[in-house]
């Protein structure tokens, strides 16, 4: 790898002034830092704005259906677990339509990189409520306004035990970095919920209103105890703590399996001629 | 009397009462011995209770069917003698312990052997009265006990030398108590005189079959009765250094094995009725991605849930038409152990070679159902690796497009991190590179490759049907999948009389060509031509007509969840003969 | 120069520009005036960039398609000039801003309109330069400006009476323009003098069609262009007391339609491609529980997320087959929104008079196409509440069943809740009582019940195809669905020199029956049958001929993402009728 | 309503000695004690061996799809807020097939009673793991043992602020019964986790493995505070606390919907007539 700009994909189809410009860049800059060649890991996305970005950022790209990103994600470790795979997802992908697949990639702990671009609306399909969408809002396909509580994914994903829970502001690229950066080299699952302008249909959520409430944790903070995590992931939104906010070291899935142990799957070979004794056990 | 030696064995009980193996240790009993076994299972969707049994046929001849009536029942409960003893053939025998069924049967065609009593006094637990069946039916045969003594031992290696040898003991307590006591038996066993038999299921003919083909991932969610597939592959999945991972939902599933596709190994799914439909979307990522994956569905009746743990062939046209948009796939059904085998290194070798979903549709019966080889034929199978993973230089791995055009209908399939290739899959329309486009130009271009050009290709892979019968028949019963056997049998009685023929689809989709086998020409030469099938509405007739315009002149449909048995099958083939 | 007036106008530019305004208003306004609009949309997938267009025709006598060449094209960038002048008509002209567009161009067909700068010096801000350019349009049209004024008056009514000032005076100054600068203008408007027409699209016809049947429930999961639907029953929800909620997926959107409709509503349910397909396992249940649900499923080009944004009739047989096993349904596929509203209606009735699944299926192009009608038929909409709401007394009520085999094909469906019956529904294969059970004989009877006995019923309601020639038709052009007015626009077209018919199906399934109308006879005997449709593999062919065995001789089929237009269908007909 | 006996349905088809059997009574003499007449509530549910509940007991029953119970439910509450609503599930059909559909249930806070009978296992299937499986244990679908860290119901359902969360021993009959009353009569989604030994497939969880474990809240325990419970949620189980441990008194999801403020929808009429004029708004 020699620059930054070998990273370079397709022209991005968003619209101006997105905070997905910023992810894109600062996930860019990420994967320079850490010496990542765009052919020695692979991005994984759904259907959304944010699932397009690997046609952004050249790279193996499994782009998948919506909501569906983790399975291939997982499928693609299992097989690989030498190949860094990033996912990147929105709100209404992972949270909605995927919520199961979360649920159980954390479970599993399976070495992937999260990255859900949180703008909490369906951005592609035209400014629909997403699970975090804040209650009340009202949209076409909500007449009465977004009745259901938003998900809190901070609390969900310690809730459950997650590995690595992070939260990240698209427009804070430099401390995004960091925590991308950390992700990416942390062994587990790492959930990293970036708080995402989009202003062609989220007016409430914008640059201005996360300015007014985003701050960074600082070194002060530990990251390892559940219950605080907790406590922190649950309070009013009206300061909106960034960072690390949770993290444990727990084996990951692929380590767990004990026929990983050698080599990855898709480097051990096969020959039939092995196999044809099998016939002989059903004498 | 008869021509060969041809018995049924019914063991009939509540789930939980070890029915199970006391069949599964006789079918081996006489595979072994170098009988043709043929069995089948009917059972409930409970845990415990209810009324399962287990049917087993055995012959000097091949037999690949089940017939209703039964020469020995096994009765583990009333139920079973309430429910069966009607079905028992001329001089049959049913065998009971009329301590445990509670209530005591006399005449010629009862035998009540005191399982527990026998169990107790030899082995010194009742868990063992199951044994002491075993060898009361070999008594009632006459047969040798020292296969039994084997089986024994190899099974129960694990529960150590004391547990073998008062089962041992305990057979040969039952084994003595029915050479004693059944004086009207009168069975006629003639010895096979051959070497041992393979005894398979078809679950486990598809699980080995995935093996012998390199798959090196399988993925599932449980559903019955999917689930033997995943359970044999499991039980393999160590030595052979296969993933197997049980999934949240079968929308994962058929995702995770994309992914692992994807990574650059062969993978494989597989579940039944509604587990599949919540597949159906991915199916079609993998028509758009151009992935290879095969997918096993076992059949079970529906609508929904349905009768969960019984048989039917009711997904055929789900199968061929799931996943919304259009893209090329192929579709097989095995009717037996052997095609099972044969076919799903096909499946795999074809997903491969042409980048599509393969799905081999079994169904509760023959997923199930026993069947005896002298052996397997591995010649037929086939291990190729399609995928592109030889390393070029850089410029040329950047030059890399992984829909190119130039190589026509198939481009290389590359592995993501194997070089420096980028791998860029879409589940939009895209380019070449694998990016998303939206100009019709492309679209069509696309379109062209994925489908069209693949068509042809694989067409000309899908072998002639079964055909089995004269040049110019008078008659032809067809069929797909499950009911080759049931069809075999049936079709070779009536030919003794009718100038009567069997065709039979495994590689139903697409379907083959007349140029290696015209069987439109026989069929519409035929006077009568019967489609036989396990569902309602006719799925494979309507897909012959749709594809063909052929109709046949008849059609058998069960649809009640069970199979066909011998008898009715071919008095319902007579009907048809007469009617006409 | 023509027999009647038929003017096309393009709109075009990038998303976010307002394309879809300037043409939704010049649509409502024609439309208003009283001629005869057709609109169809032509949009990528994305929300800001991008090329996009809007493309309208209007006339004096009916119109239901597309033509490919427009007399106006406002174009509000550059890439709408390059992409479409060749698709200029003779004496058509190309209105533009230079400076916005940032390039000029002369000549006799383009006219320079300073939107911008109108909608500055008048209405004090840029935002306005659209209204300039359907002032601007008028101009040229030399049409008047009273109804825009109007128009401007009710789309602006909350924004106040400012705003609404600056946009009429916008809109008469970029009319102004027009009239004093394009001299070139030679369009005769023949002034329609009659009333104004209604302007709707087969999206709120169906949205419509299920306020006016009594839906009371609406689930969905966004996807485009399913969504439209859902937005406008959302928009009438609160008037006609209707929940419409967006569940966490379309696997949630089926099951709580269901439990909608156990609850004693009518409810609906709608998706695309990738949605629909995780919705199959749901229709399965609504098949086996016997439950009312109507599913609208808008096509796009697939296979996966395919071509998001555009059309394609590529899901016909999946959604025949969707669901495993075996259950009856009905699928109707509107042409017009007069269709959709019609067919909307009778789904929800067939869908509760039978409890069954009942699809709508449209696609991208009908979906969001603009029709007008002086007005639309409500007298043929029916309303029955089919549901068993009585109250009998206790006894009776606790005898209740609710698979009852005693009212024949359908059993009385009762609202829990409502009486002291208790509404069991099952899965699972189920006795009367809604139990489920095990039993071959039961299963039986349910399967005949469910499938057999009403499939008869239901096939009586379906309607004759429309037809649309003489007696003895030479040629026939066959289609479903989307086609119906670029068929109908087309064969009207030809008719004038060829012995030509129109064969059209809008109730596709069960297919109609002969006795009705004997459209296969009519095909039969013709010379030339071509079945149109826009999928690759001749979908609605494939079913004609698995149903009746009728084999069309010609197809035409697009698989581009694109509507058919006027004048290449007609090129490709022709083509047909050359070739023979 | 007369007796308990008046809910007697069909013979159940579970294995002698399954935890299913007390659930069954419990929840009987529950809803008798609260008066609910069998055509007066409706029990929902999947497939599984919980599932089979509604056809054991007489009552309204919607038996649907595997996974699929919740949002059936949630339609029918929709339509007919009156309507008691019950789901049965299992810890398979809930937190498994039908993870996406109890968090987003739980997100609208609809006012249904879930009964998870959790018996760490896949019963019906015959045993294979399911996300309560405790981790490390072997099954012949699990031939590397679970792998992934079992689902903690409790801490999940507190990370998304659930409105009733409780823990039910399932041979625990009064203690259970009082849960369960409180659930039912709860505003809002109330999930209660019941034990359920299996003692077919599940050989680790049994019923003297529970005993040891499980103790009941007392009265000195405030359910009311979410960061508390979610530190007993994620103790360490060798002691599994009983009772409820989490609630909240959000409004539920039907009272945020203003058209159902009147009456419930099953109950509104209609007539095509009210409905013509919207014809006009398209000219
Ligand atoms: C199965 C399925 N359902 C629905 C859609 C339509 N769809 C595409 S993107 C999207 C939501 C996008 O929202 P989000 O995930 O938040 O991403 P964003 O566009 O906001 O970045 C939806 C509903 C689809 N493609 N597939
Ligand atoms: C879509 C689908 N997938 C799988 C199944 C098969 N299936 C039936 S019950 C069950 C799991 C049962 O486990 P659980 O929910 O824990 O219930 P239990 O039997 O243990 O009470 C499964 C996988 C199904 N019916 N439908
Ligand atoms: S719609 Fe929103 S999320 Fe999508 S590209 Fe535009 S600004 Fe970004
Ligand atoms: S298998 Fe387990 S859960 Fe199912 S009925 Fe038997 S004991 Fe109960
Ligand atoms: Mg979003
Ligand atoms: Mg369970």
Redo the contacts with the bound molecule.
């Keep these: 790898m020699n620059a930054l700009s070998d990273y370079k994909g397709q022209e991005p189809a968003?619209?101006p002034?997105?905070?997905?410009f910023p992810i894109l860049e600062t996930l860019k800059t990420a994967l320079f830092e850490l010496g990542m060649e765009s052919h020695q890991f692979t991005i994984v996305s759904g259907i959304g704005?944010a699932a397009k970005l690997p046609h952004y950022l050249k790279c193996n790209t499994f782009n998948g259906l919506h909501g569906r990103a983790l399975p291939p994600a997982t499928g693609m470790r299992l097989v690989n677990h030498e190949m860094p795979v990033i996912v990147t997802s929105g709100d209404g992908d992972c949270y909605g339509e995927g919520g199961n697949h979360l649920i159980h990639a954390i479970r599993r702990n399976i070495n992937v990189t999260l990255l859900v671009h949180d703008?909490q609306i369906y951005?592609?399909t035209k400014g629909q409520a997403s699970p975090t969408t804040t209650e009340g809002v009202v949209t076409k396909t909500q007449p009465f306004g977004a009745n259901a509580s938003e998900l809190n994914p901070i609390s969900l994903a310690i809730g459950l035990d997650c590995s690595f829970v992070a939260r990240g502001y698209a427009a804070d690229s430099v401390f995004l970095k960091s925590i991308i950066k950390e992700a990416i080299t942390h062994k587990g699952f790492a959930l990293v919920d970036i708080l995402?302008p989009?202003?062609?249909?989220?007016k409430l959520n914008t640059y201005s209103w996360y300015k007014e409430r985003v701050y960074h944790l600082d070194e002060t903070y530990n990251p390892y105890d559940r219950a605080e995590a907790f406590k922190l992931a649950i309070k009013p939104p009206d300061k909106i703590p960034t960072g690390i906010i949770y993290k444990n070291n727990k084996l990951t899935f692929e380590e767990r399996i004990s026929i990983l142990k050698e080599s990855p799957l898709v480097k051990q070979g096969f020959s039939l001629k092995t196999t044809l004794k099998e016939l002989d056990t059903f004498y | 009397m008869r021509e060969s030696m041809d018995y049924t064995i019914l063991i009939g009980g509540k789930a939980g009462q070890g029915l199970q193996t006391i069949g599964g240790v006789l079918a081996r009993l006489f595979s072994r011995m170098g009988y043709h076994v043929f069995s089948h299972q009917d059972y409930m969707s409970r845990i415990r209770g209810g009324h399962n049994f287990y049917q087993l046929r055995f012959s000097d001849k091949e037999v690949s069917s089940s017939k209703k009536k039964a020469h020995i029942i096994v009765a583990l409960d009333l139920t079973t003698i309430e429910l069966h003893k009607e079905d028992l053939e001329e001089n049959g025998i049913i065998i009971f312990d009329a301590q445990s069924v509670k209530q005591t049967f006399t005449g010629q065609e009862y035998l009540n052997v005191p399982f527990d009593k026998i169990a107790v006094e030899n082995g010194g637990d009742k868990i063992m009265s199951n044994t002491a069946a075993i060898g009361a039916v070999l008594g009632m045969l006459r047969l040798e006990m020292t296969l039994l003594e084997e089986i024994i031992h190899t099974n129960l290696k694990k529960k150590g030398n004391d547990i073998i040898n008062k089962n041992i003991l305990t057979a040969k307590a039952g084994y003595q108590y029915a050479i004693n006591e059944c004086t009207q038996c009168s069975f006629a066993v003639s010895m096979p005189g051959k070497n041992g038999n393979m005894l398979i299921d078809t679950s486990q003919a598809v699980g080995l079959g995935s093996i012998m083909s390199g798959c090196k991932f399988y993925c599932g969610y449980p559903m019955t009765p999917s689930t033997a597939v995943m359970n044999y592959i499991g039980s393999k999945a160590q030595e052979y250094s296969i993933v197997v991972e049980q999934t949240e939902d079968e929308i994962s599933s058929i995702n995770m094995a994309l992914g692992a596709s994807y990574g650059g190994v062969r993978s494989m799914t597989g579940s039944s009725g509604g587990g599949f439909a919540l597949m159906t979307e991915g199916v079609s990522l993998a028509g758009m991605m151009e992935l290879p994956v095969v997918i096993t569905l076992a059949q079970r009746p529906g609508p929904a849930t349905g009768l969960p743990t019984r048989t039917e062939q009711g997904d055929l046209l789900f199968v061929l038409h799931s996943g919304h948009g259009e893209f090329p796939r192929v579709v097989f059904a095995p009717g037996n152990p052997e095609q099972g085998l044969y076919l799903t290194n096909k499946a795999f070798d074809l997903a491969e070679k042409y980048q599509i979903p393969a799905f081999i549709i079994t169904d509760q019966y023959i997923a199930d159902a026993q069947w005896t080889y002298e052996s397997l034929d591995t010649n037929n199978l086939v291990y190729n690796d399609y995928r592109l993973r030889s390393s070029e230089g850089e410029e040329a791995e950047s030059a890399y497009k992984r829909y190119s055009f130039s190589e026509g209908a198939v481009s290389p399939l590359a592995v993501p991190g194997d070089s420096k290739r980028l791998v860029v899959l879409d589940s939009d329309e895209h380019d070449e590179d694998g990016h998303m486009i939206e100009d019709a130009e492309m679209r069509t271009k696309m379109m062209q490759k994925r489908l069209f050009q693949k068509l042809p290709l694989i067409q000309q892979e899908i072998e002639a049907p079964f055909y089995f019968g004269g040049e110019k028949p008078d008659i032809v019963v067809t069929g797909w999948g499950s009911t080759y056997g049931i069809i075999k049998d049936a079709v070779m009685s009536l030919s003794k009389t009718q100038n009567i023929a069997m065709l039979h689809f495994s590689q139903i989709y697409p379907l083959p060509l007349y140029e290696h086998f015209d069987y439109l020409k026989i069929l519409s030469e035929a006077r009568i031509t019967i489609c036989v099938e396990n569902n309602a509405t006719g799925q494979f007739a309507y897909l012959m007509r749709a594809e063909t315009g052929y109709k046949f002149t008849h059609n058998i449909n069960h649809f009640d969840g069970r199979p066909f048995l011998l008898e009715s099958l071919t008095g319902e083939i007579n009907e048809c003969i007469e009617r006409l």
């Design positions: 968003w619209c002034g997105c905070g997905n704005q703008n951005g592609l995402q989009c202003v062609t249909f989220n």
